[in-house]
């Protein structure tokens, strides 16, 4: 994996430079990010993974102008902005779909507040619906839908606001693995289709390298870019990627940069700890 080779070619839509967050405790402050610096090139899919903890969020907050940075800039397609409010569409691991609303009501929401006509809204929503399966569903209750039907819905009312850049914060981590591989294939599809670019906090390396060009991984707290890693897999299908022979080896190089164990390592280490013991050793016994 040769850091920043796959998406060289590409403009830099946003550049995170020397960001950093503390927040205050009971008793001295605690440091997250400590001069955070990466790029995210246009129609990019970059994933961030890092030990729990670390600020994986917390980035995310400040590039959605949740939370301001104490110190740090971020360039967008040039120029340097206080956050991407309005240029961002922000997913999480809850729908938070409104009950009340049905599935048409809870995707036109943005499009109101923003002030689109109801028919144009409508119209725009509708289209959304079908391309993701779920023509028919318009007037469906959020409470009648599977915990998939509703994330998708969540991803429809993200995606019809035409965002900049999609923040997606582990939104399948919640649901069946079964589910969670459909809903990578639909959430590739989407952004194929609709030219996006993406930005995913993950736990989950298999998912990482499954969907994504690149993966930044993050040290632990105070939080820094430890490496920057392009994924290049030709396979759009997240299920056919795993198939794909340089996955296991993406997987693995992952997994060391954040000090996990794997399981050839595991395995090698539990033959040694379990062998038998040899002449010397039976005596000693």
Known sequence: MSPGSASASAAVQLSVRNIHKSFTGKGAGVRVLDG???DIHEQ??????????????????????????????????????????????YMMQKDLLFP???????????????????RAAVERAREHLEAFGLGGFENAYPK???????????????LVMDPGILLLDEPFSALDYQTRLYLEGVLKQAVEKFHKTVVLVTHDIDEAVALSKRVVVLSGRP?????????????????AARSDHRFAGYFRTLCNE??????????????????????????AS
Request: overall charge neutral.
């Open 44 to 89: 990019d899919f970059v994933s961030i993974i890092g030990p729990s903890g670390c600020g994986k969020s917390t980035i995310f907050n400040i590039i959605a102008g949740l939370i301001e940075p104490d110190e740090g800039r971020l360039v967008y397609r040039g120029e340097e902005v206080a956050s991407l409010r309005g240029r961002v569409g």
């Open 100 to 118: 009340w609303r049905t599935v048409l009501g809870n995707v036109l929401l943005g499009l109101e507040m923003r002030g689109v006509s109801y």
């Open 144 to 158: 009648t839908l599977s915990g998939g039907m509703r994330q998708r819905v969540a991803l429809i009312r993200t």
């Open 223 to 239: 939080a820094r870019v430890k490496a920057v890693h392009d994924i290049e897999i030709a396979e759009h299908s997240p299920i």
């Open 258 to 283: 954040l000090d996990i164990q794997t399981e050839t390592k595991s395995a090698a280490e539990s033959a040694t700890r379990f062998a038998p013991a040899g002449p010397t050793e039976a005596v």
């Open 36 to 38: 955070l610096n990466f």
